[in-house]
């Protein structure tokens, strides 16, 4: 019987057996692996029981081309240990034999001996494993129990870190490991905060540090461990210039383990990074311990930068405290200072004997004493927040300073007050400041509010953000309707064409834009869409070289526009009078002097044998010029009188129809030449009070410039009367006066028509009028141009006051 | 050369009698002319006097007018005309 051993496959390998020991079949399948289907040792492993084969070429469950090129006719396989198979025992046989009982009984016996011996070995290697474990375990845990207390009683970050460092560089059996701190700089590259363990730092002094390469980046990151048993055969690795890889010079570095540390926040406080030369030397094991490592590492790290942040509010407040002017007291409960207060006296120059007990109501102001002492003994009684104002003694200045002060209780355990502690803060600068800028305010205030020039200020923007009373009256918009607002669109945005005015174009609003004052007129527009004429200084506000808004003052010049052009009529007026004041005086004067002269050779020439008769002609003729000249200048005194308000009317009853009739009767040689037909309708018997001369040279007026303008066609002149008025009307057919010439013909200097063919001051119509209204009266004009004209007087028959 | 005929062209009858009684006095031919207009009538309608004195401000025909028509008729061109005016800026 030749016997052999085969173990069943592990893992993957299940399905195959291999032999382990053989002595009959040979080298042929020793170290073979067969399927487990293609041998019938597979077989017994698989089906876990025994089994006989008398003849391997006749039995079906016996894959014989397995044993063809063997010796092998019969065989007995026992599984070893069948309820968890670690392999078959057989006994092969070259002749054909069926195994007997006895034969199956040892084969069983020895089977059952593996089995048992098996068994044994595993139990001790399981023991031996979890020995080791249960070591590894404690040593673990140990390290990490003394790294921990080591970490927890280190305060000082560079100590700790260094700690940390070469605790888990132990820990992992690391040649060397480092930690480096996750910190970068303003360029974005780590910072140099670093330790090193396990060789000197000189080692890695020439080195650059560790940049966010393509493998140190996930443990910068905290995207988690990175473990590798040759760390020259990752992906990773050498991707990253300038070295692509070590740089020259570097420890040889194989297994590489690198751990982030995070703090509880969730940020990456840094990693730590181990080396070993040679490769595979970081296990899982090592991976956890120094996991956990970390995890206490961190919590180190953040209790260290708590307290150093501590450290250095600590250090703040000293120094803020040693710095400050101001003071810090202590009292009893009832307020008295009992122990001295060095920047009580420092602030107020009272020494110990004078500011104990209440002595520190004498430093106050005499005038706020009752006031912080109300304070004060409210606070003593109710035990709350003591809090005053007023002005105390200032030693430096030796004047008084405004303060503010500040105290609290505190308390015995049984609630009682044991004292206060408080601040008296110097608010002198402060108060002093504010009172300047009241008084500035003030200033402002009343400077915007009286001023008669319209003030607006603009934010960079072009919105309103102030408008002073002025500035409201002249726009006619509240600063409430238009706070907020862009000035331009609530009082520029039409141009007086009625065109749109877009606010690029406005020089106000480019004032700021160009940085530039902008003067000049323009036209606003009212709320109801009307326009008004303003003069307007616009000027940029610059603030620390910036520009932040618009002034803009305004001045609403209409009234001024109206007296500009007032001016310039009358001036214009005055021109176009003085030259027809030069003509119409001229006019008689021609043939005076003619006559005069002509009368002066006469005598000369023809002396004695002049015929009186012709001297008499002559001088009758030059006489007729003076008359003219004389009522031309009577005219002028008129116009002279009425412009300053002389005109005095000499009122009495005068029959108004035998008044027009002579006036008529007198123009009678005027009437002849200019070609008009002059009809009357004049009622009888119209009396009035007026003034006779005056109402005559209204008369003469109206019934010459009806010859003058008539173009010979008929002239009416017409009176009636009721028991109040009469009214006067002179009717002609000539030019007529156009609609915009009406009102002005009314005025001094006025003619509807050009001088070239009309002589005669342009004083008529307008003395008439003056004349008229001084009676009480009324003058109007009915015209159609080229139809012809119709003046009406309206007089009251009894005198009024004028009317006005 | 006294004995010749003047037209004397003045809106101011005054004027025109005055000039008139001198020219008279002095041997002349007056003929008077109230404008332009009747000025221009006169020349078409009688033989050329030997000399117009010439108002400008007047009115129907002024003496500008007057002297624009006398320039476009081949007939009156050659007549005299002496511009008497008391427009300062005539």
């Known amino acids: ?804 | 050369m006294p004995g010749g005929t003047i037209l004397v062209v003045d809106d101011e009858a005054d004027v025109r009698e005055a000039i008139r009684e001198t020219l008279e006095y002095d041997g002349y031919m007056a003929v008077e002319a109230a404008n332009g207009l009747e000025a221009l009538q006169y020349l078409r309608n009688h033989p050329a006097p030997c000399l117009v004195l010439l108002d400008l401000m007047m009115p129907v025909m002024s003496g500008f007018d007057f002297l624009h028509e006398v320039s476009r008729d081949a007939t009156l061109r050659s007549i005299s005309i002496l511009i008497v005016s008391a427009a300062a800026k005539a």
């Open chain 1, 1 to 804: 019987m030749r016997r052999r051993h085969v173990r069943p496959p592990r893992g993957r390998e299940d399905d195959h057996v291999y032999y382990k020991e053989e002595n009959a079949i040979g080298p042929l399948w020793k170290g073979r692996r067969f399927p487990a289907s293609a041998c019938i040792s597979g077989w017994a492993i698989q089906n876990r029981q025994p089994v006989a084969i008398e003849d391997v070429y006749a039995d079906p469950r016996v894959p014989c081309e397995a044993y063809e090129p063997t010796f092998v006719k019969s065989l007995l396989m026992i599984p070893i240990r069948p309820t968890d198979p670690v392999g078959a025992i057989g006994a092969h046989w070259a002749t054909k034999h069926r195994a007997t009982p006895l034969e199956q009984e040892l084969l069983q016996a020895v089977a059952d001996a593996a089995a048992t011996a098996v068994q044994n070995a595993e139990l001790w290697s399981a023991r031996a494993r979890v020995e080791d474990e249960l070591r590894r375990h404690a040593r673990a845990t140990e390290t990490l129990l003394s790294v921990g207390n080591a970490l927890a009683s280190e305060l000082e970050q560079e100590k700790l870190v260094q700690v940390i460092t070469d605790e888990a560089t132990k820990l992992c059996g690391a040649e060397f490991g480092a930690f480096f701190f996750n910190v970068i700089n303003e360029r974005g590259e780590s910072y140099t905060l670093y330790t090193i363990s396990g060789v000197p730092r000189e080692k890695f002094a020439k080195f650059p540090l560790p940049r966010n390469t393509a493998l140190f980046g996930p443990t910068f990151r905290g995207e988690g461990v990175v473990r590798l048993t040759d760390v020259t055969k990752d992906p990773r690795y050498g991707k990253n210039p300038p070295y692509h890889g070590m740089p020259n010079g570097h420890l040889p570095v194989c297994s590489y383990l690198a751990v982030p540390v995070k703090s509880r926040g969730g940020r990456t406080l840094g990693g730590l990074f181990f080396g070993h030369s040679r490769e595979g030397m970081f296990t899982e094991e090592h991976e956890r311990l120094t996991v956990g490592l970390a995890g206490q590492a961190a919590i180190a790290l953040d209790n260290a930068g708590l307290y150093k942040e501590l450290r250095e509010s600590e250090e703040r407040y000293r120094s803020l405290v040693a710095a400050t002017t101001n003071v810090v007291w202590t009292t009893d409960a009832s307020g008295a200072f009992v122990v001295p207060q060095p920047s009580w006296e420092a602030f107020t120059g009272q020494p110990w004997e004078e500011h104990r007990g209440f002595g520190w109501v004498d430093a106050l102001h005499a005038d706020d004493r009752p006031c912080v002492q109300a304070a004060w003994n409210k606070a003593v009684s109710d035990g709350a927040l003591y809090e005053s104002h007023g002005r105390v003694r200032h030693a430096p200045s030796q004047g008084y300073h405004h303060f503010e002060a500040k105290g609290v209780a505190t308390r015995n355990t049984d609630g009682s007050i044991r004292g206060w502690i408080g601040t008296l803060v110097d608010v002198d600068a402060r108060e002093r400041a504010e009172e300047a800028r009241r008084r500035v305010q003030v200033q402002m205030e009343t400077i915007a509010s009286n001023a008669t020039l319209g003030l607006f200020m603009l934010d960079a923007r072009q919105c309103l953000t102030f408008v002073n009373p002025a500035g409201e009256r002249i726009m006619g918009f509240s600063f409430a309707e238009c706070h907020g607002r862009p000035l331009h669109d609530v009082i520029h945005h039409t141009r007086p064409d009625g065109t749109p005015y877009p606010m690029e174009d406005c020089p106000i609003d480019r004032a700021l834009p160009e940085l530039s004052q902008m003067q000049g007129e323009d036209v606003f527009v009212r709320r109801d869409g009307s326009f008004y004429p303003v003069a307007f200084t616009a000027s940029p506000i610059v603030e620390g070289g910036r520009p932040v808004g618009t002034v803009i003052e305004v001045r609403d010049i209409t009234e001024e526009k109206r007296a500009e052009k007032a001016l310039r009529d009358a001036i214009r007026a005055r021109d176009v009078f003085l030259s027809i004041a030069s003509h119409e005086l001229r006019t008689p004067l021609t043939p005076l002097t003619l006559q005069l002269q002509g009368l002066v050779r006469m005598l000369q020439r023809d002396g004695e044998s002049l015929e009186s008769q012709t001297i008499v002609d002559k001088v009758t003729k030059a006489a007729k010029q003076v008359t003219h000249l004389d009522r031309l200048v009577k005219g002028l005194l008129d116009v002279s009188r009425l412009t300053e308000d002389r005109l005095v009317l000499e009122v009495e009853a005068v029959d108004l129809s035998q008044l027009v009739a002579d006036a008529l009767e007198r123009l009678r040689p005027d009437i002849e030449p200019s070609g008009c037909q002059v009809s009357t309708e004049i009622a009888a018997g119209v009396v009035g009070m007026c003034d006779r001369l005056r109402l005559d040279q209204v008369v003469t007026n109206l019934v010459t410039n009806a010859l003058k303008y008539g173009r010979g066609k008929p002239v009416l002149v017409a009176l009636q009367a009721d028991a109040e008025r009469a009214v006067l009307s002179v009717q002609d057919h000539g030019i007529g006066v156009s609609v915009e010439d009406r009102r002005r013909i009314f005025g001094r200097f006025e003619r509807a028509v050009s001088d070239r063919n009309y002589s005669g001051f342009g004083l008529g119509l307008w003395i008439s009028r003056q004349v008229v209204e001084a009676m009480g009266g009324k003058i109007d004009l009915e015209s159609q141009l080229g139809v012809g004209s119709t003046f009406r007087v309206e007089l009251p028959l009894k005198p009024r006051g004028p009317q006005t």
